[in-house]
C-alpha cells in the first residue's frame, strides 16, 4: 500500500466530508427530533453516504469512459470544483457547488427524512467528493492503492457516524471560533490539493507543459 497515497486521498475527502464542519448543519436538519430520532438518522446519513461512496467508487471510472471522458479531463475539471470548495471554505461560505443552493435546501420538506436529501447527498457526498472519489479511483495502481482508498473512505465515514450519533453532546462543546478555525484549514488543504489535481491533469493533456 503507498503510505502517501493514503494519505493524500485522506486529506482530500476529510477536508469535504469533515463531519466537524458538518455537525452544525446536522443539528439544524434535525432539530426538534428526539434523542433517539436524531441518532437513527445518524446511522441512516453514514448507510447512504457510504453506499453512495461506494457505488462511485466502482462505477465512477466507467461512467466516465461511456461519456468518452478520459481521468485526465476530469482532474483538471474536479480540480476545478475543488478549488471553488475550497476557496469557499476559507472565505467562510459552505459553497453551492457542494452543498447546494440557499434554495435547493428550501426545497427541504420540514416533516420529511433528511437523512438521505440533503444530509447524505449533496452535502455529504456532493461533486467534491464525487470528483475526489473519481480522480483517486482513476490514477489508482494496483490492489494496495484500492485498499488505501477503501480504508480512507471508512475511517472518514466511521468518525461522521460517531460524530453525528453524538452529536447533541458535542455540539455544546464546539465553539463557532474553533469551528471557523477548522474551516478554514480545511480549505486550505482542499485548494493546495486541486492544485496538484489541475497541474497533474494538464500535464497529462498538455506534454508540452512538463
Not at 468518452?68 to 471554505?89: C, E, K, T
Amino acid at each position: 500500500m503507498d503510505t502517501a497515497f493514503l494519505i493524500k486521498f485522506l486529506g482530500a475527502i476529510f477536508a469535504i466530508m469533515n463531519p466537524f464542519v458538518n455537525l452544525p448543519m446536522f443539528l439544524s436538519l434535525t432539530d426538534g427530533m428526539s434523542l433517539a430520532e436524531q441518532r437513527g438518522a445518524a446511522l441512516r446519513t453514514v448507510t447512504y453516504s457510504g453506499a453512495l461512496c461506494a457505488v462511485v467508487a466502482v462505477a465512477g471510472t466507467a461512467i466516465l469512459g461511456f461519456f468518452g471522458i478520459s481521468v485526465d479531463d476530469f482532474r483538471v475539471a474536479g480540480g476545478l470544483v475543488l478549488m471553488i470548495i475550497g476557496l469557499g471554505m476559507l472565505n467562510g461560505s459552505a459553497g453551492s457547488a457542494h452543498h447546494g443552493t440557499s434554495a435547493e435546501r428550501a426545497q427541504q420538506d420540514p416533516e420529511s427524512d433528511p437523512s438521505f436529501y440533503p444530509l447524505a447527498f449533496p452535502i455529504l457526498v456532493g461533486p467534491g467528493t464525487i470528483t475526489t472519489i473519481v480522480v483517486f479511483t482513476g490514477q489508482a495502481k494496483g490492489m494496495g492503492d484500492h485498499l488505501a482508498i477503501a480504508l480512507a473512505l471508512a475511517g472518514v465515514l466511521v468518525s461522521l457516524g460517531v460524530v453525528m450519533f453524538f452529536a447533541a453532546s458535542i455540539g455544546r462543546y464546539l465553539s463557532q471560533t474553533l469551528r471557523v478555525v477548522m474551516i478554514r484549514i480545511m480549505g486550505m488543504i482542499l485548494a493546495a490539493i486541486a492544485v496538484e489535481m489541475i497541474a497533474s491533469g494538464l500535464k497529462a493533456l498538455l506534454p508540452g507543459l512538463a
